[in-house]
């Protein structure tokens, strides 16, 4: 009892310095931990004394809150001091129990603080677990016998990527913002990226995890999409996914040893975390995206912090001229057209010019290629065919065509513009005849776009229309490489 009694009257001293003076030119306090559940989150206080400062002095810390540290009945043990002895070794820490929960920090000075010369004591709090804002109620310093005056809490530091995570008790939870998600075909039943972009409110340190849920729309092997790209702004994920959940379409992934310390999204230098994922498309049609989610957990000691669920949102990208093609999950059936294809020269042993038109519905870039077959019983030879007509030589298609005389097949390459969807192109072509009589052939058309491991058809079909009168006026002789003799019949002779 006599050492309680002691205690309290400690704190009665007023100390000595100008009566009515303002005691310090500044009061600044700030934190360690602006995390929601924190333990030992250091507060440190930092001033500088207007007044010569005497022993004895005792101030108060007031509007204290977001704070699970009770007050100890016995004093606060201080965490930290300098110069050492400035101060008494523990502080009076109380507060209210209604709402809000405010407190105070009372400390009594030991030595002289100087004017001019700079202080700093500290002590550790146990942050509540629901975030809030340091400014939401102003801070004051106040001593018996001098001016009240305002603490400073713009620590102006950041931490965890937190700008000014340093304020005194500005707490935070795990947050996700402004992911993204990108696919790079939407051609059925070939090879596809799905990217997902991402932003945390606070940089992610190693072995915390993010999780994607959605990812439904596509074929996967049952170990799940595989990574192909871990990056992000400084550090990775590590290079498999630590979990795959196939009815939900959920994957895992564990920041690495790097962490990730640019992703905070109020960063100015924020760099995003990107994952990109090997999938392959299925083989049906659908103009419906998928609907992807996000969130993250927190690895810590005490206990991971989990962000609320977020959406993700689908970029509305084009693809191959395909407008949305780049949402992901969207799955578009490309179709090519050959509108007409015709002969010119049905007789036998002669030189003829094919001709054509041809359309697709998407944009088809350099390198795709269009294979015509069912050209039987040329005579035309070796492995390459020229290509002319209104086609843009060397543009639009490469001015050679490669050819097999023995399938009477002709593969023609997209140029260096590409084509356009929806436009119709014409093109022609010579082979030389059969030396035989022969009928007409039944052609067959299809498409293949470069990078893609697909092909796409147009049923076969011979030339239309067959007019009746046809060439010469041989009936039959519009049929593609239908050939015959012409012969000559005496009518007369005298």
Not at 164 to 178: F, I, R, Y
Not at 325 to 353: C, D, M, W, Y
Not at 472 to 482: D, K, N
């Amino acid at each position: 009892l006599s050492i309680f009694c002691i205690f309290q009257a400690g704190w009665e001293g007023a100390g000595w310095g100008v009566e009515g003076a303002t005691l310090f030119s500044k009061i600044l306090i700030g934190q360690s931990k602006p995390l929601i559940g924190e333990t030992g989150n250091i507060i440190t206080l930092t001033l500088v004394p207007a007044v010569q400062v005497g022993p004895g002095t005792t101030f108060s810390i007031n509007g204290l809150y977001g704070t699970t540290t009770s007050d100890p009945g016995f004093g606060l043990n201080l965490a930290g001091m300098s110069p050492a002895n400035t101060f008494q070794s523990f502080g009076e820490w109380s507060q209210r129990t209604s709402t809000p929960v405010v407190g105070f920090m009372r400390l009594r000075v030991n030595n002289d603080m100087a004017i001019g010369s700079t202080y700093t004591v500290s002590w550790s709090f146990d942050n509540v677990n629901t975030p809030q804002n340091s400014l939401d109620y102003p801070l004051t310093m106040t001593s018996v016998g001098h001016t009240t005056q305002d603490v400073d809490t713009e620590g102006q530091e950041t931490i965890l990527g937190i700008v000014n995570g340093s304020n005194c008790l500005k707490l935070v939870t795990l947050e996700m913002h402004g992911a993204t998600a990108v696919q790079l075909s939407p051609l059925p039943s070939g090879s596809n990226t799905l990217t997902v972009s991402m932003f945390a409110n606070i940089d992610l340190t190693a072995a915390s995890t993010v999780t994607i849920t959605g990812i439904t729309g596509y074929w996967l092997e049952s170990s799940g999409p595989q990574l192909s790209g871990f990056t992000s702004g400084a550090g990775s994920f590590e290079s498999t996914v630590t979990s795959w959940d196939a009815g939900t379409g959920a994957v895992v992934l564990t920041v690495g040893s790097g962490n990730m310390t640019k992703t905070s999204f109020f960063r100015s230098d924020r760099e995003a975390a990107v994952a990109t994922f090997a999938v392959r498309n299925l083989n049906e049609t659908t103009n419906t995206s998928l609907t992807l989610t996000i969130n993250g957990v927190y690895e810590r000691a005490i206990g991971d912090l989990t962000s609320t669920t977020a959406s993700v949102q689908g970029l509305e990208e084009t693809r191959y001229g395909l407008p949305y093609g780049g949402l992901p999950g969207i799955v578009f059936e490309p179709k090519t057209t050959l509108h007409s294809i015709a002969h010119r020269q049905p007789i036998v042993g002669l030189t003829n010019t094919i001709t054509f038109s041809m359309s697709c519905t998407l944009n088809m870039p350099p390198g795709s290629e269009f294979t015509l077959t069912g050209l039987t019983g040329t005579q035309t030879e070796g492995t390459a065919i020229g290509l002319g007509g209104p086609l843009p030589a060397g543009s639009r298609f490469a001015t050679g065509a490669t050819w097999d005389q023995a399938t009477g097949t002709m593969v023609l390459t997209v140029g260096t513009e590409g084509l356009d969807p929806d436009v119709i192109y014409f093109g022609n072509f010579e082979v030389l005849n059969a030396a035989t009589v022969q009928g007409a052939r039944q052609a067959s058309w299809k498409g293949k776009v470069e990078g893609g491991d697909f092909d796409f058809e147009e049923p076969a079909f011979t030339a239309f229309p067959i007019n009746t009168a046809g060439i010469l006026g041989v009936p039959g002789s519009l049929g593609l490489l239908f050939t015959f003799v012409p012969t000559f019949t005496l009518v007369r002779l005298g």
